[in-house]
């Protein structure tokens, strides 16, 4: 065999090995199977989630959130809260209160079912009203599949998500409702 075709061979190879461990060198704020609880600093919202799916780990996945401080616009958050809960193995629909902006997420596993509850942190911009709304497609696109979404244009914020379940392959799928927020005050609650 010549030199240069085993030098090659084993670049792919490292390669490849690379990319299927490149899931451990995430800074990941949970365990397969652990909970966790989840905020950005006062005055940042997520627009970065990442998660990795593991079927030998309780069908769980790991989980990684990136924040960002919004635009000097929307002012100061003047109230945060943890907005509704969903239940395990159940599909749910969640978009924060009051207008609200996801700044923070929590989670709980369930052995029994192999599936998460969840809840969002949502903090209050003045009287801001969203606009421009529109969901994502699935993420991951196939159950079961590394996860990843991020913001696709400034000016976009994550205001909640629809999830389902599959109990055959134990695993959700995503779909973020992201939004334009106004740059004035508005009289309307929970577009």
């Known amino acids: 065999m010549k030199p240069a075709l085993v030098v090659l061979a084993l670049s792919l190879l490292s390669t490849v090995e690379a990319q299927n461990h490149d899931h451990h060198d995430m800074a990941w704020v949970n365990g397969y199977r652990q909970s966790f609880n989840f905020q950005c600093a006062h005055g940042e ?3 970065a989630i990442r998660s990795y799916f593991s079927e030998a780990d309780g069908s769980d996945r790991l989980w ?9 616009g929307l002012g100061e958050p003047s109230d945060c809260w943890w907005d509704d809960i969903n239940r395990a193995g159940m599909e749910w629909t969640s978009t924060c209160t009051r207008n609200g902006l996801v700044a923070g997420v929590q989670s709980k596993y369930f052995e029994s079912v192999l599936d998460r509850e969840w809840q969002f942190y949502c903090c209050y911009y003045k009287r801001r009203c969203p606009y421009s709304c529109m969901k994502t497609t699935d993420i991951p696109e196939y159950y079961k599949e590394e996860a990843e979404l991020v913001i696709p244009s400034y000016g976009y914020f994550i205001r909640g998500a629809q999830t389902t379940f599959s109990g055959v392959l134990r695993d959700r799928q ?18």
């Open 64 to 72: 990684t959130f990136e924040c960002q401080p919004t635009p000097e």
């Open 174 to 191: 995503w779909k973020y409702i992201l939004c334009r927020m106004t740059d004035f005050d508005c009289e309307f609650e929970n577009l």
């Open 45 to 47: 919202v997520v627009v």
